[in-house]
């Protein structure tokens, strides 16, 4: 059975969507972007800082739906320009450990929402 998954330590949807649905041991989230949750504003700085926030966004959800980065199975990864691709990395990193990093995509995007730089789903299984 779908589960919708919603927490107040991410920012809320701006659109017609949740922040994540599980449906049985699975939880697919929608993407996130560097808006902080109390403001609802983008974070300040570049690459790093927003990669940073979005990670965070994610990593809230995740506890929310009774998971982790350690359950990460999938993330589709949308970049503005992908000569952020190694500054990005250096932050995803920090959330993954290389031996058990998720599998992932990706790609170059014209625009993504708020004219941020990154954006970022996931596909984990609860703990």
């Known amino acids: 059975m779908q589960q919708i998954i919603s927490t107040t330590k991410a920012p809320s949807a701006i659109g017609p969507y949740n922040q994540a649905v599980s449906f049985g041991e699975l939880i697919f989230t929608s993407g996130q972007i ?34 982790s980065f350690d359950n990460v199975i ?3 990864c949308f970049l503005s320009d992908m000569e952020n691709f190694n500054a990005f990395n250096e932050v995803y990193g920090e959330y993954f ?31």
């Open 34 to 67: 560097a808006l902080d949750a109390k403001k609802m504003e983008v974070v300040n700085g570049g690459i790093k800082e927003q990669t940073r926030q979005v990670m965070e966004n994610l990593k809230a959800i995740l506890e929310e739906a009774g998971s």
């Open 74 to 76: 999938k993330t589709t």
């Open 97 to 127: 450990q290389v031996l058990i990093a998720p599998a992932r995509s990706t790609v170059a995007v014209k625009t993504l929402p708020k004219n941020v730089l990154v954006e970022v789903e996931v596909i984990a299984f609860k703990n």
